[in-house]
């Protein structure tokens, strides 16, 4: 059984920067698409950016595009989302996925979930 445990969230103000890491056990991802989402409190969960085995990366809305870098060590058996410039906005609970597949998707098709890791920016 896969599980994903995400670090790295907190209060930030508006404009700085975090680096949430999302850390896998139970088997090594390499060969599996990883993606993270944010629920922001009375809205629906929403794509924020996938990763493939092979690398290829999908954003979700425009508004992160620029702003947020996802990434992978599969020598850690991690997957990172770098946020800058972060705005009251990007409040939310940000979750770390995993899918069997090996291709990205910005549906919610993903087979593992992490618990999330809350982000507070203030104005």
């Known amino acids: 059984q896969v599980q994903l445990v995400e670090s790295g969230g907190g209060l930030v103000q508006a404009g700085g920067s975090l680096r949430l890491s999302c850390a896998a056990s139970g088997r090594t991802l390499r060969t599996n698409a990883m993606g993270w989402f944010r629920q922001a409190p009375g809205k629906e969960r929403e794509f924020v950016a996938s990763i493939s085995a092979s690398d290829y990366i999908i954003y979700g809305a425009n508004s992160v595009k620029g702003r947020f870098t996802i990434s992978r060590d599969n020598a850690k058996n991690t997957v990172s989302l770098q946020m800058n410039n972060l705005n009251p906005e990007d409040t939310a609970v940000y979750y770390c996925?995993?899918?069997?597949?090996?291709?990205?998707?910005?549906?919610?098709?993903?087979?593992?979930w992490g618990q999330g890791t809350q982000v507070a920016v203030s104005s």
């Open positions: 996925a995993a899918r069997r597949s090996p291709m990205a998707t910005s549906t919610v098709d993903y087979d593992y």
